[in-house]
């Protein structure tokens, strides 16, 4: 295998067939509109980049757009580097028109991070760090859109070497592939930091990437690489010595030709930490110390200005005039060990390890100079505040204010959008403070560093800081010792770690005043960890005496934030104590509707969660959407951007609720991606577990289970979370849904033993533990969790969703045992409760069960009507498998032709004139026998795109086939209707080899 001449230009490639073949399958996925992404893996010097190379090349001479990034050794604190190397280009390129159609909201993330479209940048909006999810989908976004107009190519180089905002915008691609384009990334064996090996390894899980390792070449791979520079009889030391590695290998050959055998052993200053031969470090050696004394500066002084190197900003560093940089960087590039690359000015080196080499080489106390030359030089030039901060941070001595106030200013730009290069410049900036600096200025510095840590889910890390600053204000203030505290608290509650919150919080409390402000904030807090600690009784007490020292004081914020606890922490009891907290929630909804956005400060947006949280679980779904969407818009104005995940949830929650799913699917998907940017794994869960509830009515059964065994993961290594119920309850429904009832049953059975879910908790989802002793055949065990359900819902009788599930349970087990007339009975009573709980979904279930049981009883008649009242609700909501259910239903009493019947009806009301004009280029190929593969590749997008395209065409037109639709479609042209318009393209007739996907049913149903 060969390298990278000097001039930049790649020699013919030796070996590596299989490989090439591999990749190549990753372009022709690409190219016929599907996803591809695959991880090229290796040893230093293994030949990752020249394979690269080739596959960059093929990819071009087949028609693709070509993107490509890279890592750097010296710079991955530099926040979205490698996608800027690899986006800012091609992006500003494009035309206003092209960049226009991108939308303003996404070209305005964009401008925050590349250079050539920051003429794009609009008047600041409020942003969190955990926003900055926006910024990973705005890159997708573009990458969609380059990727509509042809196959595209997404090549991303040495990413063990990636800042950690460019890793987390290439974990969500991987997440979320682009159609027609193919990814390929390249990173160093066993060398991947934690956070990269952990993203790539979801990634792996969920079948979005594959891998590659390259091995050694063959021996007579090596004698073709080395052609004749090496005699025959040296070529088997020269492997053994080389390990096969084309790099070694080519190194030593050059030596070889430029001198008559090698120098012995002297190794100057390079280090084997890299696991580089010796003859290898020899070879490296002699090539720096052939130089001019200039050269070998000039080459230094690259080492440290960058990769690739800024040509001025290098002679700048290397002290060197005009007339001796021209001809000092001419014997560079005549050497081989750097070379020109496309961009006028900037020249690279051979290979990363090359740059290393010479970088060790130059000393310790001569890297500090230059460091501190450049960041002189880069003072006078345009650049951003990373890079001046790289360089003093290495420079940097304590007490340099410039150096400090450079640091800070870095870790201030960063932190909303790379939050983990905001700490590095925060921490570094710590480091230079002198000891005498005030405790104030140490104390900010830390708590800006604390925050920007927790932002990006470095919890320990943060406690870490935390701890270290509480020693600071030991002497000075125990007011600040005791919010110091508090945010520890929150720590250790999301470190799973409640009892040491609680210890936490408690000391803090004898740091403040009685009865003061703080003093309530503090128990608030101490309430909600009784909450985590399931000890709800404590819980409730402690809020109801933060509501009385409130009013004594006359203090009416803190009233709000304790009345809100309360009404939410009531939501857990029984009785009189849950009617308690609607009246608490209706006082907490009424002082909040006299504040406006801007008169509500960030220490009442936990009181605004707490109101959603008690109204979702009160059943006031309507209260609930608006209410999150306050609190959204409040995180969002203000940066508070610790709720804003439980606002999106709870919101997607409530959607779900009323049946809403694309619109709750939305809001969950990005609960989901803003949890991914805290790294906190029970959120990340909880927001999981909610998508898979929405996904399983869609009927994305499949895509369900991926989310619900991922969030189950998640809890089983945090049992002691807040909500760790949540998970095991929402996968455990969603199986037995699926007719995977005795593992669904016992995650049901498993939650309410070992997580102790609120008591009110139990009508929600037990209904589905007796649908799985029903199917079971375990009917006694049924009646006894029938018995349990009404028995807490007789509790609560003004909540009509949960009278409604004890109906709808009762009837279920009364279907069961053969009583059809009270089964029919209880079945009408729970419709009546859903309608005023206003729960279309649960409606539709309920009149699903009715007409199970006045089939039973003969009135098919009326059986029908209830199942096709069902079936109009999932068909308008988008619940594909309910709406699956309600067909065989009504199959099952006689109908033969569901569809039809349906689309009859349908058709008058919909029609194909309201399809939009993606549905209607889908109908026109389903009507010429197009298979969904097939469409997709027509249409430049996913097969999964398709299928949802379907989904919602069956449901709009009323078929739930697409042999029905085609039927459809023919029945309109009987009837003279206008058939579909043609869509733009052409197509020819091929036969139908696949149907839309169904739900499917697992194997231990008996």
């Known amino acids: 295998m060969s390298g990278v001449s000097a001039g930049g230009a790649a020699r013919p490639l030796v070996g590596r067939v299989e490989e090439m073949r591999e990749l190549t399958r990753v372009l022709t996925a690409a190219r016929k509109g599907r996803t591809s992404a695959i991880a090229v893996t290796g040893e230093p010097g293994i030949g990752k980049t020249r394979l690269l190379q080739e596959i960059r090349r093929e990819a071009l001479a087949q028609g ?97 070497w990636v800042d950690h905002a460019s890793l987390e915008v290439i974990a969500h691609l991987l997440r979320n592939p682009v159609p027609r384009c193919a990814l390929i990334l390249a990173h160093r064996s066993r060398q991947l930091p934690t956070a990269h090996a952990t993203a790539l390894a979801r990634a792996v899980y969920d079948d979005t990437i594959s891998s590659l390792e390259l091995g050694p070449l063959s021996i007579a791979e090596a004698a073709e690489l080395l052609s004749d520079n090496v005699d025959t009889a040296d070529l088997s030391d020269f492997y053994r010595e080389c390990g096969g590695n084309p790099f070694y290998l080519q190194e030593v050959s050059r030596a070889r030709i430029r001198l008559d055998g090698l120098l012995g052993g002297h190794r100057t200053g390079i280090g084997d930490s890299y696991g580089i031969p010796t003859i290898v470090h020899d070879v490296l050696e002699q090539e720096i110390h052939a130089l001019s004394p200039h ?384 790294d906190n794994p029970p959120m990340v869960a909880m927001a999981e577990s909610t998508r898979c509830w929405i996904l399983a009515l869609q009927g994305h059964t499949d895509q369900a289970f991926t989310a619900g065994a991922g969030a189950v993961r998640i809890t089983e290594q945090l049992p002691r979370g807040r909500y760790s119920y949540y998970p095991p309850l929402i996968y455990g429904m969603v199986l037995i849904q699926a007719g995977r009832y005795r593992r669904g049953r016992r995650l049901v059975l498993g939650a309410g033993g070992q997580f102790e879910i609120y008591p009110s908790l139990i009508p929600q989802f037990h209904p589905y533990l007796v649908e799985a002793e029903l199917a079971l055949g375990r009917i006694d065990a049924a009646e006894h969790a029938t018995r349990q359900i009404e028995r807490i819902a007789d509790a609560s009788p003004f909540l009509p969703m949960r009278i409604g599930h004890t109906r709808s349970t009762r009837a279920r087990v009364l279907l069961a045992r053969g009583e059809f007339r009270a089964a029919a009975a209880h079945a009408e009573q729970a419709v009546a409760e859903y309608q005023r709980s206003g729960c279309s979904l649960e ?56 569809s039809g019947r349906r689309s009859r009806s349908r058709a008058t009301n919909v029609g194909f004139g309201d399809l939009t004009e993606r549905q209607t280029e889908i109908v026109n190929r389903i009507v010429l026998g197009r298979t969904n593969r097939q469409i997709s590749e027509d249409l430049y997008v996913s097969e999964k795109t398709i299928e949802a395209h379907l989904t919602r065409l069956f449901a709009k037109l009323g078929v739930s086939s697409r042999a029905e639709l085609a039927a459809l479609v023919a029945a309109q042209q009987d009837h003279h209707q206008p058939r579909p318009a043609r869509g733009r393209d052409s197509v020819s007739h091929r036969s139908n080899d696949s149907t839309a996907s169904t739900p499917r049913r697992g194997d231990d149903a008996m």
């Open 64 to 160: 693709f757009q070509v993107l490509e990034g890279r890592g750097t050794e010296l710079e991955r604190e530099f926040p979205y580097a490698v996608v800027i190397d690899a986006f800012d280009e091609p992006l500003g390129s494009l035309s206003r028109t092209s960049l226009k159609a991108l939308g303003e909201e996404c070209l305005s993330e964009l401008s925050r991070i590349l250079p050539s479209l920051h003429r794009w940048s609009g008047s600041p909006t409020g942003s969190t760090q955990i926003d900055r999810h926006r910024c990973h989908r705005s890159v997708r976004m573009a990458l969609q859109r380059l990727a509509a107009q042809r196959p595209l190519l997404l090549v991303l180089d040495d990413i063990h």
């Open 843 to 898: 409606v539709a279930r309920a009149r699903l069960l009715l007409g199970h049981a006045l089939a039973e009883l003969g009135g098919k008649q009326a059986a029908r009507r209830e199942f096709d009242s069902a079936l109009m609700i999932f068909e308008s909501q988008n619940a594909a498998r309910l709406a699956e259910q309600a067909r065989l239903a009504l199959r099952r009493v006689g109908e033969r032709h569901v």
């Open 295 to 678: 050269a070998r500066n000039l080459l230094q002084a690259a080492a440290v200005a960058g990769e690739p190197f800024d040509l001025e900003l290098a002679s700048d560093i290397a002290e060197l005039v005009e007339t001796e940089m021209f001809q000092t960087t001419d014997e560079l590039v005549a050497s081989g060990l750097i070379y020109e690359t496309e961009t006028p000015g900037r020249l690279a080196f051979r290979h990363p390890l090359i740059r290393r080499a010479v970088y060790e080489r130059s000393g310790y106390g001569w890297r500090r100079n230059a460091h501190k030359r450049a960041a002189k030089a880069l003072a006078n030039r345009s650049t951003t505040l990373s890079i001046r901060a790289h360089h003093l941070e290495h420079c940097g001595e304590a007490g340099d204010e410039e150096a400090i106030t450079v640091l800070v200013d870095a870790g201030k730009a960063a932190s909303q959008r790379a939050p983990v290069a905001a700490a590095r410049w925060f921490r570094a900036a710590l480091h230079l403070l002198p000891n005498e600096e005030s405790v104030d200025r140490r104390l900010a510095l830390s708590m800006s560093l604390a925050e920007v840590l927790n932002a990006c889910g470095r919890l320990r890390e943060s406690r870490e800081v935390l701890s270290r600053t509480l020693e600071l204000t030991a002497p000075v203030d125990p007011g600040e010792r005791a919010r110091m505290m508090a945010m520890l608290a929150v720590i250790e509650q999301g470190l799973g770690n409640a009892v040491e919150g609680r210890h936490l919080l408690t000391t803090a409390l004898t740091l403040v005043p009685p009865d003061s402000v703080a003093a309530a904030a503090l128990e608030l807090e101490l309430a909600k960890t009784d909450l985590v600690m399931r000890d709800w009784a404590e819980a409730v007490a402690v809020s109801a005496k933060v509501r009385q020292s409130a009013r004594k004081r006359g203090d009416r914020h803190l009233d709000f934030l304790g009345t809100a606890a309360s009404a939410f922490l009531k939501t857990t009891q029984l009785g009189d104590i849950l009617r308690e907290a609607g009246s608490d929630l209706d006082e907490a909804v009424r002082t909040l509707d006299t504040l406006t956005d801007a008169e509500i400060p960030l220490a009442l947006i936990d009181g605004l969660a707490d109101v959603v949280i008690a109204a979702i679980s009160l059943e006031r779904f309507t209260m609930t959407v608006e209410y999150t969407t306050r609190g959204i818009r409040l995180c969002r104005r203000t940066g508070h951007g610790r709720r804003l995940v439980d606002f999106l949830h709870l919101q997607g929650l409530a959607l779900l609720m009323q049946g809403q799913l694309e619109r709750g699917l939305t809001v969950a998907d990005e609960a989901v991606e803003v949890a991914l940017m805290l």
